[in-house]
């Protein structure tokens, strides 16, 4: 039976607190899954096959994404239902896992490839429950989203253990892993998201066509986005072997505390910005803009302050003594942590307000520059021209996207039926 009323919407305040809270939870448990895969393990195979199957699903998770949850939080017009929204990201999923599949039956052992399709199972399973989330956030209770991250986050990591404690069999802890995600999201997300309105599954055809089609700018931009950073790293294994992408790496994992930050910061604030597009609130939206910005400067400041206090410490403690020849990468990192938030932030506003063009040109613009500046950055500054080739690519990139953004603002809202405030579809 469906409620007759929609639950009060929480503050702004604390919606941000439940989904920062939520999102660390859940990144923590996963962080954790590569820990422990070592010290339940009498090698490292396993831990092999872990790194193998979650890097084969980062190349193709953007097609399953489609960028669909920006998308869908911005959506405060209600074009489309959560049941639609559901069911594309079905379509889209199940694209995503069969081009995976194919790619990983060329690439990859085929004693790998049961445990690769389970591992994408679990990460599609909680794609679906993103966007009952998207929904959730849309209606103001981020409390429900942020609940959900840490029973995924618990049931998943404790469905690991138990059963590759037990069995020492990877894809068996995989499917575990799968059904707590399902149990989550048919136990606690499904009846919290009905209290909003029935889930009615199916999409017309020709909807499903459309979205495919309008959105495909911004999945390749999201491609791009990633390969700006991707290029440079495996320029680096190239150039100087996987040794040194080892070392680099270690020293950047945990920088990447700057880019979840800004993600916290602004994620709940895109239906806001939407809202204040929708309105017309030119200034309003302006300084909401400015404010974020300068939000995630601080948040790079911050952090660039104390990893220049702590870091060294932290990376011995993580990775050992050997690290400490290479503390020196630390602050290029942080400059490219900083600028690759403030491009992620300006990129998702451009993609709420349905202008993928500025979204296009900015990412396919830093791959770009990425790709052709990856090699002599790297060969005069060595492991430090990682960052700084990614640090010359977003610089222009940002810009581009905020003079974009500041461009739209300063014309009025397009109507419902406008296909794209600034011409999405890239000529």
């Not at 966007?131 to 959730?136: A, E, F, I, R, T």
């Not at 680099?248 to 880019?259: G, K, L």
């Amino acid at each position: 039976m469906e409620p007759t009323t929609e639950p009060k919407p929480l503050s702004l305040k604390a919606n941000m607190l439940w989904n920062s809270t939520g999102s660390i939870t859940y990144l923590a448990f996963q962080w954790l899954l590569s820990v422990v895969v070592v010290r339940l393990s009498d090698n490292y195979d396993a831990a092999g096959v872990l790194a193998l199957a979650l890097s084969v699903y980062n190349i193709f998770s953007p097609i399953a994404v489609y960028r669909m949850y920006t998308y869908q939080v911005s959506d405060v017009n209600r074009e489309n239902t959560v049941g639609e929204y559901l069911t594309f990201r079905v379509v889209t999923t199940t694209a995503a896992l069969a081009i995976c599949m194919a790619y990983s039956a060329v690439t990859c052992a085929p004693s790998t490839l049961l445990a690769i399709f389970l591992f994408f199972l679990t990460k599609g399973l909680s794609l679906l429950i993103d966007v009952l989330h998207g929904q959730d956030q849309l209606s103001g209770r981020m409390d429900y989203i942020g609940k959900s991250l840490m029973l995924q986050g618990a049931g998943t990591f404790a469905a690991f253990c138990a059963t590759f404690s037990l069995t020492r069999n990877l894809e068996a802890a995989f499917a575990a892993m799968a059904a707590a995600t399902l149990l989550v999201g048919l136990v606690f997300d499904a009846p919290r998201t009905r209290r909003f309105g029935a889930i009615r599954w199916g999409i017309a055809p020709k909807k499903a066509l459309h979205l495919l089609g309008y959105c495909l700018p911004i999945v390749i931009a999201t491609i791009a986005c990633s390969a700006t950073v991707s290029v440079p790293r495996q320029m680096l294994a190239w150039m100087d072997g996987e040794a040194a992408l080892g070392i680099y790496s270690s020293v950047a994992a945990p920088v990447a505390i700057i880019q979840m930050g800004a993600t916290y910061l602004y994620n709940p604030l895109l239906t806001n910005i939407s809202k204040l597009y929708a309105n017309r609130d030119a200034s309003g939206l302006r300084r909401l803009y400015l404010t974020i910005a300068a939000g995630i400067a601080l948040i790079g400041v911050f952090c660039a302050l104390a990893f220049e206090i702590v870091g060294p410490w932290v990376l011995e403690l993580l990775f050992g003594p050997s690290i400490s020849d290479y503390t020196y990468l630390l602050l290029p990192v942080i400059a490219n942590a900083i600028l690759c938030a403030f491009t992620w932030f300006a990129n998702d506003v451009l993609v709420a307000l349905r202008c993928f063009k500025g979204s296009f040109i900015g990412n396919v613009l830093s791959a770009s520059i990425s790709a052709a500046v990856a090699y002599f950055c790297i060969t005069t500054w060595g492991m430090n021209g990682v960052s700084f080739a990614s640090i010359i690519a977003f610089l222009p990139s940002a810009l581009i996207m905020g003079a974009f953004f500041f461009k739209l603002v300063a014309k009025p809202a397009p109507k419902e039926d406008d296909a794209s405030p600034c011409d999405s579809q890239p000529s």
